[in-house]
């Protein structure tokens, strides 16, 4: 008993274990390796006579099941489940990573980036109304269906290549301001290059690709495309506004579904089902309207690049950022990130917090005043 006491290099794992002992509750993914190596070695029969081993047990297996509570009130999962996508918790907090990825890029690669999105969208734009318009007699919903499919391989070509597209911008920019992960002055200036650069490639891409390329110089294509540069520029102002709200939702919908997918397939199909649905319902997105009014112009569409910009433009980016920024990215942030994770200083702000008190022989419930819980990043959870 004393030689093991005594012997140098169990005393020094004791100790090297006694400072580590504690896990940290905010690990991605349940207990770390090193957590269930100091389990292993606390259960070898070397250690099992040392008089202090039953103290030390105890206080790893109290920190291991803290730490696993904290992550299963997160919504995360135990490491050893093959994970194909991530719950809503873990896909708000990757966005706070996200922004700050985007931010941190250099000016030339964001605005490059932002520059292929807007051709992105152009190349999903003219697959839309080679297929939906190109098929005479046919219903018209059945028409915006196949509208609203093949417009989808456009956020698909952004999502998997990694480009800047300004209205799924509006959501993850937002997630990440509010998490401070990013600054206002970052915020800004990636939604104006994204905005501005998604822009010139989608007249790039109407222009140069689409209108000198001739891809629609014959009918039905003409009139297609006249129709629906006009048509977009004649709505009523509320409509154009109420409508691009619902569009940039839909699409920061899909977004969100696709970063929760951890398979190409997935996040495929996570953008194929909301794009089709905004489509085809004739919503309004800002970064489509930059293609397919401009596309009409160059074909002979009785408007002008002026009523285009205040008549339709400056409301549906308005509606986009509503729609992306609000409705998507400051709820997502509010019930996702703000309630569930503590702030960075170890403060109580969002949780009241209840601890067992004992007043004449009797145990009651009291509320903890919340300076008192600083620095325990475990009482969040409450």
């Not at 905010?26 to 770390?32: A, D, F, S, W």
């Not at 194909?84 to 690669?109: G, H, V």
């Not at 920024?325 to 569930?340: D, E, N, R």
Request: a positive charge; aromatic letters at 10%; proline letters at 4%.
């Amino acid at each position: 008993m004393s030689n093991q006491e005594n012997d140098p290099n169990i005393v020094r794992s004791v100790s090297n274990l006694s400072v580590n002992k504690k896990v940290k509750p905010t690990m991605p993914r349940g207990l770390t390796q090193e957590t269930d190596y100091e389990m292993d070695y606390i259960n070898s029969p070397s250690l099992q006579s040392l008089p202090q081993m039953a103290r030390i047990q105890g206080e790893v297996k109290a920190a291991a099941a803290a730490a696993a509570l904290l992550a299963r009130n997160r919504g995360e999962r135990k490491p050893f489940h093959q994970k194909l996508y991530k719950t809503p918790k873990e896909t708000a907090t990757a966005f706070l990573q996200m922004a700050q990825n985007k931010c941190a890029l250099s000016t030339d690669r964001q605005m490059i980036q932002s520059f292929l999105a807007g051709v992105y969208i152009c190349f999903g734009g003219a697959f839309s109304i080679v297929v939906a318009k190109g098929i005479p007699h046919v219903d018209e919903g059945i028409s915006k269906l196949l509208y609203g499919a093949c417009f989808s391989v456009g956020l698909m070509f952004i999502v998997l290549l990694g480009s800047e597209l300004f209205t799924s911008n509006t959501m993850s920019l937002t997630i990440g301001l509010l998490g401070k992960s990013i600054n206002w002055k970052d915020y800004a200036k990636l939604l104006t290059i994204s905005y501005f650069f998604n822009f010139l490639g989608c007249v790039f891409g109407a222009g140069i690709l689409i209108y000198f390329g001739d891809i629609f110089d014959h009918e039905p294509y003409i009139t297609a495309v006249r129709t629906i540069a006009e048509v977009k520029c004649s709505l009523p102002p509320h409509v154009a506004f109420l409508r691009a709200i619902s569009a940039n939702w839909l699409v920061c919908i899909a977004i969100f579904i696709a970063t929760a997918s951890e398979t190409v397939g997935g996040k495929m199909l996570a953008c194929f089902v909301p794009l089709m649905t905004f489509v085809a319902t004739s919503f309004e997105h800002s970064i489509a309207n930059m293609f397919y009014v401009p596309l009409g112009l160059f074909l002979g569409a009785q408007t002008n690049f002026g009523i285009f910009i205040y008549r339709n433009l400056i409301l549906v980016t308005l509606g986009n950022f509503i729609g992306g920024g609000f409705f998507m990215g400051v709820l997502t942030w509010y019930l996702q990130i703000k309630v569930t994770h503590p702030p960075k200083d170890g403060s109580i702000k969002e949780a009241s917090v209840k601890a067992p008190s004992v007043k004449n022989g009797s145990v009651k419930e009291k509320e903890t005043d919340k300076k008192s819980v600083r620095g325990d990043p475990t009482i969040a959870i409450v």
